[in-house]
């Protein structure tokens, strides 16, 4: 069985610039989580979709949003990058009504803005 | 609401030591509970969880915790370090009946000295 993948495994962008990272669950799976783990400062969540449909979203300003799409894959987008940005996007899968049995993740991007 | 404090975000312990890592969360409602390991440039990978019944839960690689409601710790620990053990370890909390994501704590670096 396919695990989630992530791709670019690694994303070089330039302040101002956009970044798309993009999320494949595990077959079966409906929802999708994506974390950013900021040196130092551990994985916090960004945003959750299942079903197509964003179910609930961290402490992150709106360029950073996402969709997801009828096969259950889904996008991160960054607009205006900052510095800041810079991190590894972790995004994981699981069953919608087994988010209590925890995620499979992905091996993440690694976005960097110079 | 649900939160998760790691105590020490750096822990070294010798070859063939007990290692133990502390982990304590504060939730609303009855919580589900999971430790993840990561390994430099992978993701999160899912160590054990506690959802209901049995309190001791045994995971992967000889590792074990235990819940306990009194002191609303989640512990892990392993009775014998092994130089493969060194990575990072986040523990997480997720609201019991509740399709919510997984909060996760800020992590704890385990290094093992030989």
């Known amino acids: 069985e396919a695990g989630v993948t992530q791709s670019p495994t690694h994303l070089i962008k330039t302040r101002g610039q956009q970044a798309t990272l993009r999320c494949s669950p595990i077959?079966?799976?409906?929802?999708v989580y994506w974390y950013q783990q900021a040196l130092g400062l551990g994985l916090q969540f960004l945003l959750w979709?299942?079903?197509?449909?964003?179910?609930n979203r961290g402490n992150f300003p709106p360029r950073f949003s996402g969709r997801q799409f009828p096969n259950y894959s889904s996008e991160l987008n960054v607009n205006a990058l900052e510095l800041e940005d810079s991190a590894l996007y972790l995004c994981?899968?699981?069953?919608?009504?087994?988010?209590?049995?925890?995620?499979?993740f992905g091996s993440g991007t690694r976005l960097t803005v110079v | 609401a649900q939160s998760v404090t790691q105590l020490g975000s750096h822990v070294s312990v010798s070859e063939g030591a007990l290692v133990l890592l502390r982990c304590n969360y504060s939730?609303?409602?009855?919580?589900?509970l999971f430790w993840y390991v990561q390994y430099p440039n992978q993701g999160l990978q899912l160590l054990l969880k506690?959802?209901?019944?049995?309190?001791l839960v045994k995971g992967i690689n000889g590792f074990e915790a235990e819940f306990k409601k009194s002191e609303t710790s989640f512990h892990l620990t392993k009775p014998s370090a092994h130089m493969s053990d060194a990575a990072e370890y986040f523990c997480?909390?997720?609201?019991?009946?509740?399709?919510?994501?997984?909060?996760f704590g800020s992590g704890t670096q385990l290094t093992v000295l030989p």
């Open positions: 077959s079966g799976h409906t929802s």
């Open positions: 939730s609303s409602v009855p919580p589900y």
């Open positions: 997480a909390v997720s609201p019991y009946g509740s399709a919510r994501q997984l909060t």
């Open positions: 979709y299942d079903e197509g449909e964003e179910r």
């Open positions: 994981a899968s699981s069953l919608r009504t087994s988010t209590n049995y925890g995620y499979t």
């Open positions: 506690y959802t209901t019944g049995a309190t």
